[in-house]
């Protein structure tokens, strides 16, 4: 398995663990050992989360101390996620800092996301309502067009019929 380091958290690498099929995984450890969090404890938590229970697997990987261990988890895309939901009262209050101004970038990275969604979809609205509001004032000018052609027809058709018209007139 190929190893590459990711991150340098308190001092400690974080490396990410590729299997076979290309696929990133982060143990579980390392992180916990970064953040001073019981790892037991935490590796309950993720087993017990219900999107995370279903993807955190136990894989060979390397130590910090060169041996080889049998390490707890959880693919790469779903690290970040991990770290979101860690109640920081657990993590030590030196490091809680840390771990919370990560939490409010998440926070803010998702606002972001959801919101500029958000606002694109009601731009994208404002600019609908504007083509139907022109194309709706374009019908009324198509609609005004005949009628006006309708009404110089029938004057046209008047004076047709008028000069045609055979019978003497007085005036």
Known sequence: MDKQFIAK???IEIAAVRDE???????V??????????????IQAVKRHRILGSVVCNLHTTGADGKTYDMVCLPLEFIYGWLFSIDTNL???ERRDIVEKYQLECYQALYTHFAGS???RVEENEAEIKA?????EAIKGVKAAK???????EHLDAIRKARLDTTPTLF
């Open 147 to 153: 009628a006006a052609q309708k009404e110089a027809e």
């Open 21 to 27: 099929e290309h696929n990133f995984f982060v143990p």
């Open 132 to 136: 139907l509001q022109a194309v709706n």
């Open 29 to 42: 450890r390392p992180i916990c050992d970064a953040l001073t969090l019981n790892v037991s404890g935490q």
């Open 91 to 93: 993590v030590a209050e």
């Open 9 to 11: 958290v308190n001092g």
């Open 118 to 120: 958000l606002r694109r």
